[in-house]
């Protein structure tokens, strides 16, 4: 089995809220499945991002989510992956 890679992103930016959301991102895993829908978040304290992941809620009430990681490595991959991207994002934003 291959390691997990994210071999691209796509962060879609919303004007934040009193929440902390700043976005949605993208993100292709080992260039074969598509994890779409990512809420990104600033964190309280300040220092970083935290990743919030699509959830549905059933019309018993009960609240699913449509994916998500299940080790802390693949969730450290997925958050340095857009974390990365918004780096980038800021460096082309500054630089002009």
């Known amino acids: 089995m291959c390691p997990p890679e994210i071999t691209g992103v796509i962060f879609y930016p919303i004007r934040p809220t009193a929440k902390g959301l700043i976005g949605f991102a993208n993100c ?9 829908c990512i809420a990104v ?9 935290r990743l919030v992941f ?6 018993n009430g009960l609240r699913v989510h449509l ?3 299940v ?8 958050t340095e992956a857009v974390a990365a991207k ?11």
């Open 71 to 78: 080790t802390q490595e693949i969730t450290g991959v997925l």
């Open 41 to 49: 978040y600033t964190r309280p304290s300040g220092s970083g991002i």
């Open 28 to 36: 292709l895993f080992n260039h074969q499945l598509a994890l779409n």
């Open 54 to 59: 699509p959830q549905r809620d059933l019309p």
């Open 86 to 96: 918004l780096r980038e994002l800021t460096k082309r934003v500054v630089e002009g």
């Open 67 to 69: 994916f998500h990681p």
